[in-house]
């Protein structure tokens, strides 16, 4: 996961915040999985941006931002992303919670 920012756009847009609990790390297929999300969010039609982190017990968040909630429901449709999401019920994620917000506001400070 790349630890920059996402790309700064003007309100409104769309958060999908995904907090989670792994079951356990070092899996090398999640890690893959993973990546290819992240490069597969970037081909989808109202994709802005990503920001993920995670800490030492497994505790994590993955944000993405989209231009539109029909953005958002494309995305959770696409059949890879479905694969994702199985998996990641079945074998990766101890709990999990996602939270879809309208950004209305936003603004920056950079040095």
Do not use: C
């Not at 939270?99 to 400070?109: F, G, L, N, P």
Request: net charge negative; proline share 5%; no cysteine.
């Amino acid at each position: 996961m790349d630890p920059a920012f996402a790309r700064f756009v003007e309100p409104p847009y769309y958060a999908v915040i995904f907090t989670n609990r792994h079951k356990a790390d070092g899996d090398p297929e999640y890690a893959a999985m993973a990546e290819e999300m992240e490069a597969l969010a970037k081909t989808m039609p109202g994709y802005l941006g990503f920001e993920a982190a995670r800490d030492d017990d497994g505790f994590g968040f993955a944000i993405s931002y989209w231009e539109s909630e029909e953005a958002i429901a494309n995305w959770k449709q696409a059949a890879r992303h479905q694969e994702a999401q199985r998996r990641g019920r079945s074998d990766w994620y101890e709990d999990y919670i996602v939270r879809i917000a309208k950004v209305e506001r936003a603004y920056r400070m950079k040095k």
